[in-house]
């Protein structure tokens, strides 16, 4: 809009005072739409209640112009952003507690279950006599023996139902195909119908047409044959996994075969009390073959090393890292109380902690195929001269050496390895003084000083050694340590030996090396330190080795049946699939081709004979259509019989699932009774299951605790949410202002204007002439009658009119510059308005008026009525 001249106002000064009260107390009356129709005292600003207006809010910053009030919407758009995120993952954990919760609920009612059958148990026991129990164990054999029975047979029905559903996949799979085939069969003769009516109408595109179906005949024909290669190359692929799978499922029943021999034909107990429940488990995945190469990179700490290390550690840390997780210490009750002296452990504790230790790492070591480690009296030696060496020289203080550099005695080190007490160890116990590895890993996970709490930090600091060495500064060389092979001879011995120390905290000294290490052989004492412990009830061992054996029988005979079917296989289907795929294809495009072919040799034809092969084209179409149909139908009826194979296998399954639970309680319950120590195994089962339960209840508490806290963060990150989404409503209605604010400076004074005759109290405003634009005079005549009726309706009552206005001017009033304009004007020469707590709008001006101030406001809503609707329109029409 181009800038039109202003209108100056010449008018006395009782004058103007009258014409400003009434156009603010217009503006106030307007404020009405809004929600702001009283006067605004402190005690409104105070109440936590009250709710911000469309353009004001005291926390929000007061850009000045266009482009700060952008940059600020801008900046609480990102933060609404930020939070929506941050609500995101919180209702997330929330769903990630809450299945917690259920798990640990439903965990806390098996073992309940448990511990009320285990108590049954045992009142049933003690009001049994001898002979009651043994009678009844023998009824339990019978028992077992019938299950067993039974569950062959199941498992018979079970594989003949696997066998049918198999059949009727295959049945499927190949109606399937033929379905297919007959749909692109029908498509096809569309095709053909379709191009027959264009080679009668419109014969020049066939010759082109021809050419492109012969060039894609080529191209298919050079797939499908790649296609053909690939699947043979999968069946290949396929049958050997499935091969070398099945021998090696094969080879581990073998295994616990023989296990479960030896468990029935030798007396049922083990030594027990060196490892409680504990064991370590390996993540699958566990990166071993990227240790060996860190290793072979270089001595641990030397550049290539560290050059390889930082090259891969993001993929070790993904590999080795969930075994945190995976293994967690379980008390040793026997232990707990058995305090000893880190710095003076008795030869027989210290062996015992060694065992455990072995324990632990070979556990790992087996599981990655390595070789385990041996506990001697003379790695045994070489730790205690160790940790006495360290206690000698260090007293309570434990050594920070930094490499190269003297500290202590002259002696040096890398951190808290004293790498001169241990070369000088390592030479008096038979070994030779230096070691690719330097001997020693340090664990530094205090604990009270009793058996349990040492072997809890010795677990504690292989499992952080194995699996989260990246920490603190480390590049898994713990790890690499625990996991040493012998270079010369990888199936040589790797000995262990450990002890403790108490410099600055509890220590836990661990030395490894392997048999190409030892000097003097006459010195260093190879006699391998025996386990020792009390002895525990094994019949559960033999139920689970059982219940292991049953599955991998499972895996097997799945196995065999997968070898027999191989055409079956996901990706030998796939590869099939794709074949079938491309023979339909490359068999639509070749009878595309000749057709096409065929239609060029016929383009001299007449259309009669043309018309003959269409219609016979169309008769072929029906009998495919009709084909196809019953196809369908019996491909439909397949898989309603396969829904129901389905459910017979389902049942088959459950049937031996059932039997197998049946099988091994029978197998419980029999050699339970027959036990002559059956109360004492039924109360140890009684106090485990209550330390299980009380493990789980914990846990469930911990977690809805958690549950509790997050719902009280999301509470009140939504209600942040709102309030920034507020935040945002107000600064863009600013921005809006803001934007029109420049254009109501161009907007020229609008001219014959007349005062209703009905306000004669009020003299008419005094303005110059000027030239407008046709578009404003014309502008300014439509609304001539609506300012009469609004004059008169002003003489009559103001709220009226003010009530009317804000009904006719509802869509102006949220962005209506000129409003801005006005009040701007007539504020500047007054004092300065505040909007925060103890102002008040300027309706506080008004509260004692005469007579001649009321005709006044009359005549300004009739003012701001006439200036606000011309310049709403103006604009309006105007965009």
């Known amino acids: 809009m181009e800038k039109g001249e202003r209108m100056d106002l010449e008018q006395t000064k009782p004058n103007q005072v009258k014409q400003k009260i009434a156009l603010t107390s217009t503006i106030a009356l307007l404020s009405a739409s809004v929600g702001v129709s009283h006067q605004v005292k402190a005690d409104d600003r105070a109440s936590g209640e009250t709710k911000a207006s469309n353009t004001h809010d005291d926390s929000l910053p007061k850009p000045e112009t266009i482009q700060e009030a952008k940059a600020t919407i801008d900046a609480v758009e990102k933060t609404l952003s930020q939070q929506k995120a941050e609500l995101t ?5 929330l769903t990630k507690t809450t299945a917690e919760i259920n798990h640990l609920k439903e965990q806390q009612d098996n073992e309940q279950k448990a511990l009320t059958s285990a108590q049954e148990i045992y009142t049933n026991t003690l009001a049994s006599s001898e002979e009651t129990l043994l009678a009844q164990g023998a009824e339990h054999q019978r028992e077992l023996t019938a299950t067993e029975t039974e569950l062959h047979n199941a498992q018979a029905d079970q594989h003949s139902k696997e066998t ?25 003769s569309e095709q053909n119908i379709a191009k027959l009516n264009a080679m009668i109408s419109n014969p020049d595109a066939i010759t082109k047409a021809a ?8 191209a298919l024909s050079s797939e499908l044959e790649k296609a053909k290669a690939d699947l043979e190359n999968q069946k290949a692929k396929v049958k050997k996994q499935l091969t070398e799978e099945l021998a090696a499922q094969k080879a581990a029943l073998a295994e616990k075969e023989a296990e479960l021999s030896r468990l029935k034909s030798s007396a049922p107990s083990t030594q027990d009390s060196i490892v409680g429940n504990n064991t370590m488990k390996a993540p699958q995945g566990y990166p071993l073959e990227e240790l060996k190469k860190l290793e072979a990179s270089g001595y641990i700490g030397s ?39 880190p710095d003076n452990l008795t030869p027989e504790v210290q062996n015992e902690l060694a065992q455990f230790a072995a324990h632990m790492i070979n556990s790992v070591r087996r599981q990655l195929g390595l070789p385990p480690v041996t506990v001697t009296a003379g790695s045994q030696e070489f730790a205690r001269l160790l940790s006495t060496s360290y206690k000698k020289t260090h007293g309570n203080t434990r050594p920070s050496f930094v490499y190269g550099q003297p500290g202590v005695s002259g002696h040096y080190g890398v951190g808290p390895h004293d790498k001169t007490i241990i070369e000088d ?58 996991l040493r092979v012998d270079k010369h001879n990888p199936n040589a011995p790797v000995y262990l030996g450990f002890s403790t120390s108490n410099v600055g905290s509890l220590n836990e000294h661990f030395v490894m090396f392997p048999e190409s290490n030892i000097a003097n052989h006459q010195r260093f004492n190879k006699t391998p330190i025996k386990a020792v412990g009390s002895t525990k009830d094994y019949a559960q061992r033999v ?40 023979q339909g294809k490359l068999a639509s495009t070749l009878k595309q081709s000749d057709s096409l072919n065929l239609q060029v040799r016929q383009l001299n034809d007449t259309k009669g004979s043309l018309r003959t092969e269409l219609l016979a084209a169309k008769a072929k179409q029906a009998q495919l259509e009709a084909t196809r149909d019953q196809s369908l139908a019996k491909l439909a009826s397949l898989k309603a019989a396969l829904h129901q194979t389905e459910a017979l296998a389902e049942q088959a399954a459950a049937r031996v699932t059932a039997l197998v639970a049946k099988k091994a309680h029978l197998q419980y319950l029999k050699d339970f009774k027959l036990n002559p120590n059956r109360l004492q195994v039924i109360r140890e089962r009684i106090d485990n299951t209550k330390q299980d339960l009380a493990k789980t209840t914990s846990s469930l508490l911990n977690a809805q605790e958690a549950l509790a806290a997050l719902q009280a963060k999301q509470s009140s990150l939504e209600a942040t949410i709102a309030t920034t989404e507020h935040q945002l409503t107000l600064l863009k209605t600013l921005a809006n202002e803001k934007e029109y604010r420049h254009l109501d400076e161009d907007i020229a004074t609008v001219p014959d204007l007349q005062v209703a005759p009905s306000l004669t109290g009020v003299k008419p405003l005094s303005y110059s002439k000027v030239e407008t634009t046709p578009l404003v005079q014309e502008m300014v005549k439509e609304t001539k009658q609506l300012l009469e009726a609004s004059a008169r309706l002003a003489a009559e ?23 801005s304009k006005i009040t701007s004007s007539i504020t500047q020469p007054s004092s300065k308005t505040s909007y925060g707590s103890g102002s008040s709008t300027t309706s506080n001006l008004i509260s004692d008026v005469d007579e001649s101030t009321q005709r006044a406001l009359k005549a300004g809503v009739v003012m701001l009525a006439a200036v606000g609707l011309t310049g709403f329109r103006f604009r309006k029409e105007s965009r």
Do not use: C, W
Request: charged share 20%.
């Open 89 to 93: 993952e919180l209702a997330t954990a």
């Open 303 to 341: 550049a290539s090393y560290n050059n390889y290390y930082k090259e891969h550690a993001d993929q070790i840390i993904a590999k080795a890292s969930p075994g945190n997780q995976l293994n967690q210490y379980q008390d040793i009750p026997a232990d707990r109380n058995r305090f000893v002296d």
């Open 543 to 582: 139920g689970t080795v059982s219940d292991t054996i049953a599955a991998i029988k499972g895996k097997v005979s799945s196995l065999e049946n997968r070898l027999s079917a191989i055409h079956q296989e996901a990706d030998i289907m796939a590869a099939q699939a794709k074949v079938s795929q491309l």
């Open 797 to 819: 009552n103001t709220s009226l009119v003010a009530e009317a206005l804000v009904g006719q001017t509802s869509e102006m009033v949220a962005s209506n510059a000129i409003v």
């Open 164 to 188: 049918a559903l198999s059949e009727q996949k295959a049945s499927i799979s190949a109606e399937t195909t033929r379905a297919q085939d007959l749909v692109e069969q029908v498509k096809t």
């Open 211 to 218: 050419q492109t179906a012969n060039d894609n005949t080529k």
């Open 425 to 482: 160890s390592a030479g008096a116990s038979g070994l030779i003084r230096n070691d690719d590895n330097m001997y020693e890993n340090i664990g530094a996970f205090n604990d009270v000083h009793t058996v349990n709490g040492i072997k809890r930090g010795i677990y504690d600091s292989i499992k952080y050694m194995l699996f989260t060495d990246h920490l603190h500064g480390n590049t898994y060389g713990h790890a690499i340590n625990f």
